[in-house]
């Protein structure tokens, strides 16, 4: 089955506690992306992969980093979460831009 | 600057009504493409249609239909004959440009929640 696969679905963590939230796409899409979604805020762009080893930065990429390795995985790594870091996350992926963009099942990370 | 507004927080319905929800967006590109995803309870996002900016065709699929108007800058979802399995929030949104030139970024609306009741 075709499918952006995340893990964990929930993860709670302390502050300072680094931690690194999976991606795998089974499809051979080249464009990867993260986003974040806040209440009352919808969903925003974190990072974005055009293909192997080419990332750039979204709208709200402070506090966050990728890797883009190989073409099936695009894991987003906190480094030193903060509370302000709680919130779902959804990883998406395309053949290429602008086509139907598919989601994973998304990630509720909360950081006390 | 690019922005999609979704006017409706909530909408509730009973089964078997039409409901509309509305989604206004603005860009200055030429080149554009919109879209319509549902996220249920259970919390993932279901990709439901994608329109590009050179395509005015309304489309139907099912008990779902789109209305794109570029004149108006709308591009709004009709469910028609709502059942309660459509409760869930809605969320339009834009991406622009083509290849070269886009970072693939889908600026969304803020979502309008839709409930049914039986």
Redesign the interface.
């Known amino acids: 089955e075709a499918q952006v696969t995340q893990n964990p679905r929930y993860l709670i963590t302390v502050t300072g506690k680094k931690l690194t939230v999976t991606c795998s796409q089974n499809m051979n899409h080249e ?1 990867m ?1 993260w ?1 974040r979604q806040d209440p ?6 974190i990072y ?1 992969s ?1 293909n192997v080893e080419v990332t ?1 930065k ?2 709200v990429p402070e506090g966050y980093k990728v890797s883009r390795k190989e073409k099936r995985n695009f894991p987003l790594i906190l480094e030193s979460p903060s509370p302000n870091q709680t919130s ?1 996350y ?1 990883c ?1 992926s ?1 053949p ?11 990630t ?1 990370l909360t950081v006390v | 600057a690019q922005k999609v507004t979704q006017a409706q927080t909530e909408i509730s319905v009973v089964e078997k009504e039409d409901v509309t929800l509305d989604c206004v967006y603005e860009t200055r590109d030429t080149t554009y ?1 919109l ?1 319509w ?1 549902k996220q249920p309870p259970s ?3 279901v ?1 439901l249609i ?1 329109r ?1 900016s050179f395509d005015e065709q309304n489309e139907i699929s099912g008990r779902y239909s789109w209305n794109f108007q570029k004149s108006t800058s709308s591009f709004n979802f009709t469910i028609t004959a709502s059942q309660v399995v459509d409760s869930a929030v809605y ?1 339009c ?1 834009l ?1 622009e ?3 070269g030139g ?5 600026i ?4 309008t929640k839709l409930s049914v009741k039986p």
Do not use: C, H, P
């Open positions: 464009y992306s986003y009352g805020l919808g969903l925003r762009q974005y055009m750039d979204g709208d779902l959804f998406a395309s290429i831009l602008n086509v139907d963009y598919t989601f994973g099942s998304g509720r | 493409y879209f995803y919390g993932e996002l990709f994608r590009n969320f949104a991406s440009g083509d290849y886009s970072q693939g970024n889908l969304f609306g803020k979502g």
